[in-house]
């Protein structure tokens, strides 16, 4: 069965600082892997996704998520935050073993402080 | 051009009465999807649909129907609300199947049963 593990619940960085959030999977095929922000009271928005090719993909808004399939990660980074990023976090795995449906990790909080 | 649309924002519910929940989007996609969002479990997939008159369980099922009768409709129905229902119930797309597919989410639908 896939799954999605996001170790950190809430994250609190300031403005300006970097960020990196954590996500683990596990998936017995090669995965698909997402990352999607939650703006509250807002949907999910794709920041960006890896399928195949160069581990280090480049998304949208300034983040990027490197893939390390001998330690089962994909964590997301940006080098400099800003008070908009502020959001809910989710990592997602998906492939063609299960049909192509995503799991979703539980989340992670981002607080930006001034 | 709308995207993903989901109707009501918000609802409250007593336990046993029955309500539907819609989704359109105008996109052209065949893949739509439900899930349901709890704090602490991210998001599950509750039902989805490879196209128009087609639909599938996902992981978390029970007490939820779902019909497509048209492309751009999803119709999600609860027919005996229950306290474990409260929720926020998101609606997806998808141009076609295929983990690369990004799904597109409507903001979301609160939901509170008593």
């Known amino acids: 069965a896939q799954s999605v593990t996001q170790p950190d619940i809430h994250i609190t960085v300031s403005e300006g600082a970097s960020l990196e959030l954590r996500c683990n999977y596990s998936?017995?095929?090669?995965?698909?892997l997402f990352w999607y922000v939650q703006s509250p009271g807002q949907g999910l928005q794709l920041l960006l996704k890896?399928?195949?090719?160069?581990?280090l993909v480049q998304g949208i808004k300034g983040f990027e998520a490197e893939f390390k399939r001998s330690q089962s990660s994909f964590n997301l980074r940006k080098p400099s935050v800003h008070w908009s990023d502020a959001a809910e976090y989710f990592c997602?795995?998906?492939?063609?073993?299960?049909?192509?449906?995503?799991?979703f990790g539980a989340g992670t909080t981002v607080t930006v402080r001034a | 051009n709308a995207g993903v649309t989901q109707t009501p924002k918000f609802r409250v519910l007593k336990t046993g009465q029955s309500m539907t929940l819609l989704c359109a989007q105008d996109?052209?996609?065949?893949?739509m999807y439900w899930y349901r969002q709890d704090p602490g479990m991210g998001l599950r997939l509750i039902h989805y649909?490879?196209?128009?008159?087609?639909?599938a369980k996902g992981e978390v099922p029970d007490g939820y129907n779902v019909s497509r009768l048209k492309k751009q409709n999803f119709l999600l129905g609860l027919e005996s609300a229950a306290p474990s229902q409260t929720s926020v119930y998101f609606c997806?797309?998808?141009?076609?199947?295929?983990?690369?597919?990004?799904?597109?989410f409507g903001p979301g639908t609160r939901l509170l049963v008593l």
């Open positions: 997806a797309s998808s141009l076609l199947a295929g983990a690369q597919e990004t799904q597109y």
């Open positions: 996109m052209n996609h065949e893949y």
């Open positions: 890896y399928f195949s090719g160069d581990t």
């Open positions: 997602a795995v998906g492939g063609i073993s299960n049909d192509y449906k995503l799991s």
């Open positions: 998936y017995g095929a090669t995965p698909y």
């Open positions: 649909s490879v196209g128009e008159g087609t639909t």
